[in-house]
């Protein structure tokens, strides 16, 4: 937590703050939005690694699958 200078009022409120305590004027726009984009490529790197994830998982689950199916066709065969 840090304080800033109030925009309308210049008085020290803390950058939490949705909007200043002392005049009212709405902060959340000009003290977070450099946070959201990061929040967001943080997101969308999560949902990349979740899909590469899931498709390692899904080829993986494929293969063990095949082999098994394999495996059945293989011993039938004796
Ligand atoms: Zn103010």
Redesign the pocket.
């Known amino acids: 937590m840090a304080l800033i200078k109030?925009k309308?009022?210049g008085?020290e409120?803390s950058d939490l703050a949705a909007s200043?305590p002392?005049?009212g004027?709405p902060l959340k726009a000009a003290a977070t939005s450099p946070q959201p984009n990061y929040q967001q490529q943080v997101v969308d790197q999560q949902k990349a690694q979740q899909k590469s994830m899931m498709k390692t998982m899904l080829f993986s689950s494929l293969i063990s699958a095949g082999i098994s199916f394999l495996t059945r066709l293989f011993y039938r065969r004796f």
Do not use: L
């Open positions: 109030c309308e009022c008085k409120i200043c002392h005049c004027a």
